[in-house]
């Protein structure tokens, strides 16, 4: 890990994943004709257009899918890369006040390495749990990020100088975006005290398929 430049940050910092790729999380929740296809996954922006129709199909072929879940694969896939696309180019940070996020200046990041290193130190051996790990990890950067290029965007057209890290969107979880302003304040470090790491350190819960399928359809309400 790169140590981040300590203070405030002169040059804006443009629009990108925080992390060594820049791939975008994308998920998908399509149900046809009383088939569902639920899936979570991440997707080079700079690839061409045309890999989304051949994935789409390919993803159909493979699980037997009607047709028509085809087009609404690569719709809502292209959704998401233009929603992507659309802060490209954009400045992260504005104003004079800039709060220093390692995660969002550190683009050697890699949530992928993260969670293998994470299952491995609790033991976690199902194969799935490091992927759903770094993909929610790049969706939170993600959140963070558009956070970032909007209280920039805000911070540009206030006359009266209104920090923008003020601006709290609504994520699209459901839940409000961090404002990390008034959580930790312009001269508060986000790093924890030793003294209390044992209260943040990460926790592993043994489920059932039962309260699996519980917690999914809690999530899911939440999510709508």
């Known amino acids: 890990m790169k140590t981040p430049i300590s203070g405030f940050y002169r040059n804006p910092v443009k629009f990108r994943m925080p992390t060594s790729e820049n791939l975008v999380p994308v998920r998908l929740d399509i149900e046809i004709d009383g088939h569902r296809y639920k899936d979570a996954f991440t997707w080079n922006p700079s690839d061409p257009d045309s890999e989304v129709v051949v994935f789409a199909k390919r993803t159909v072929k493979d699980l037997k899918l009607p047709p028509p879940?085809?087009?609404?694969?690569?719709q809502s896939i292209q959704s998401q890369l233009a929603e992507f696309r659309s802060y490209e180019g954009q400045d992260m940070y504005a104003g004079e006040k800039i709060i220093p996020i390692k995660d969002l200046n550190n683009f050697d990041s890699d949530p992928e390495e993260f969670a293998r290193t994470f299952c491995r130190d609790m033991g976690i051996e199902d194969p799935e749990v490091g992927p759903a790990v770094a993909f929610a990890i790049r969706e939170q950067l993600y959140e963070i990020a558009i956070q970032s290029v909007v209280s920039a965007r805000e911070s540009r057209l206030s006359k009266k100088g209104r920090r923008?890290?003020?601006?709290?969107?609504?994520?699209?979880?459901?839940?409000?975006?961090?404002d990390l302003v008034k959580l930790f304040g312009i001269k508060s470090s986000v790093v924890r005290k030793r003294k209390e790491w044992d209260v943040y350190e990460p926790i592993v819960d043994l489920l059932s398929n039962e309260e699996v399928d519980v917690l999914e359809a809690k999530e899911e309400r939440n999510f709508r």
């Open 69 to 74: 879940f085809v087009t609404q694969i690569a």
């Open 164 to 178: 923008g890290a003020d601006f709290t969107p609504v994520s699209k979880g459901g839940a409000v975006a961090v």
